[in-house]
């Protein structure tokens, strides 16, 4: 019988800092929060000041610059230890597309606010009332007007939405019906959101 020899864990020192940061918040915490039907706002403040919510900015834009390997793992210490990476785990996938399909420009103007925890990126505007998450049946038309989109439509069950300042909005620039394919003529927009935290 071959003896299996544990392989090192290349990210320990990352989930022991982690499960550190984690562990200040206790399962009575948590339970306050799903009780309340709450967001865990400090918990999100204490991860967002520790860097953890910039692991995926590149070091230009003053975020940690690393990889979906340690964006994973930021999310499973946190399930690990009991909270709720779903609460937050919105800002890891949309920078994604922020940082592949963003311009330059946009790049420049909201990452170092979002590696800071001056702005926060956690909303996704996909779902509609009639199409639900088809995204090749998007009904919601951006059209160009001077050097500025007019976004016309609407958006449904937007999570986070009262805990974001950004959010990423999925609209059509070619109608349906002039498209070769379905997937064609679609963009990305990033929109402001007012979450109540910004104002207070």
């Given at each position: ?13 990352m ?10 918040f206790?399962?009575?915490?948590w339970q306050?929060?799903?009780t ?17 919510m910039?692991?995926l900015?590149?070091a ?20 690990y ?25 946009q ?25 639900g998450?088809?995204t090749?049946?998007l ?5 160009k ?16 939405i ?34 109540p935290?910004?104002?207070?």
């Amino acid at each position: 019988m071959k003896t299996q020899i544990p392989t090192p864990d290349a990210h320990r020192e990352m989930r022991d800092a982690l499960r550190d940061l984690c562990g200040s918040f206790d399962s009575a915490y948590w339970q306050k929060v799903d009780t309340d039907r709450g967001y865990p706002e400090k918990f999100v403040d204490a991860l967002t000041e520790a860097g953890w919510m910039a692991a995926l900015i590149p070091a230009e834009f003053g975020g940690s610059g690393l990889g979906l390997t340690e964006a994973s793992v930021i999310m499973e210490e946190i399930n690990y230890s009991g909270g709720n990476a779903g609460a937050l785990h919105g800002q890891m996938y949309n920078m994604n597309t922020l940082l592949h399909h963003g311009s330059p420009g946009q790049k420049q103007k909201y990452l170092p606010g979002i590696a800071s925890g001056k702005l926060r990126l956690q909303s996704m505007a996909v779902t509609e009332p009639t199409t639900g998450t088809d995204t090749t049946q998007l009904k919601t038309m951006a059209v160009k007007k001077g050097d500025r989109y007019v976004v016309n439509g609407q958006k449904v069950w937007i999570s986070r939405i009262q805990h974001s300042d950004l959010m990423i909005l999925l609209a059509r620039t070619t109608p349906l019906a002039d498209v070769k394919r379905k997937s064609e003529g679609m963009s990305i927009f990033w929109s402001t959101c007012t979450r109540p935290s910004a104002t207070a």
